[in-house]
């Protein structure tokens, strides 16, 4: 099991920026993949970043550029600081840890964290 917390998400201007931490507590030694993910009204929750554990990282092509996943080992925290934000990058943000072990999938989610951009 792994328990993940989200934090860091709020209101922000267009162009602004932010930086959004997910804590990460349990059987981490695990973790194959972190990311993070998002959904706005209405739509299917999306990949936004993620990185392996050995520290391979992939983006979406919405964000690439503007949007940078890193983390704290020290602090088993995973980080997605957001820069040059657009009104379309309103959503909520969850954070993700993937296990994969003899073809089994397992996915674990923080509860979300709402970031809303104004224009």
């Known amino acids: 099991q792994v328990r993940l917390v989200e934090s860091g998400g709020g209101l ?10 997910c804590a990460a507590s349990g059987m981490i030694f695990r973790i194959n993949v972190m990311g993070w993910y998002r959904q706005a009204p209405g739509k299917q929750r999306e990949l936004v970043a993620r990185e392996t554990s ?6 979406a092509d919405s964000v690439k ?15 997605l600081q957001m820069n040059s934000l ?9 954070c993700n840890a993937r296990m994969m072990r003899l073809g089994d999938v397992d996915d674990y989610w923080g509860q979300g964290t709402q970031v809303t951009v104004s224009s």
């Open 12 to 21: 922000v201007q267009a162009g602004g920026s932010l930086r959004l931490s």
């Open 54 to 59: 050995g520290g391979s990282t992939n983006y």
């Open 65 to 79: 550029g503007r949007v940078t996943i890193s983390r704290d080992n020290a602090k088993n925290t995973l980080y």
């Open 86 to 94: 657009k009104p379309e990058d309103t959503a909520v943000y969850y």
